[in-house]
């Protein structure tokens, strides 16, 4: 549930293609959270909503990093997605949320109701191609999750790394918002495992470790023959 306060939302009145944000390197499917977001921030490891919480608005995350995850009936915990600035989450294809999210730490997020959003898609059909994107990118990241936890120890990790890297601002360094418990439980393996088997790619030059967050991929063509 929302546990902060939240400016009104602000009524869809721009136009997506002639606004300042429409005309810089914001990706489209994005610019409709921008244009009809409320700002909210949340302290570290508070919850956004819960899990069978109605999906009732959309959210963008500005800064920090959001975890969405399930507690499983025997107590172990499954995050399904890491939020990074820019990142859209909240989507769902029914009326609740499969999942609850959590800010990783201090975070801010733009929040747009889901009704407002269905109700200009309904009438633009350019908003109406910007959900679509937003829903099929959220799939296809879903998949690549899937196809992940199929993999050995060695591939999931690298995997992580290697899509921690393509959302960084710095592609060969990664500074990871998020625990090792968080990535074991990504990844569907222990704590341990995790810090095993980066200790091993350090070891082989395939990244450095300069601090347990800050990460340097010093060979991605190395890393990507691992994890092919």
Known sequence: MLTQNAAPIRPF??????SPMARSG???EKKIIELMGAPMSFKRDVEIYGENEPADYLYQVVSGAVRTYRVLCD??????AFYMPGDVFGLESGQAH???AESISDTKV???KRKALEASASRDSEVARQLWELTARELERAQDHILALIKTAEERVVSF???MAERASYKGQIELPMSRRDIADYLGLTIETVSR???HLESTA???LCTSRHVVLKNQAKLRQLNA
């Open 75 to 80: 107590g172990r915990r499954q995050i399904g």
């Open 98 to 100: 499969v999942f609850s």
């Open 161 to 163: 790394l290697l899509e």
């Open 206 to 208: 395939a990244i450095e």
């Open 197 to 199: 088997t980066m200790t």
């Open 13 to 18: 009145t721009a136009s997506l293609t002639s």
């Open 26 to 28: 914001t990706s489209p």
């Open 110 to 112: 733009l929040v747009v």
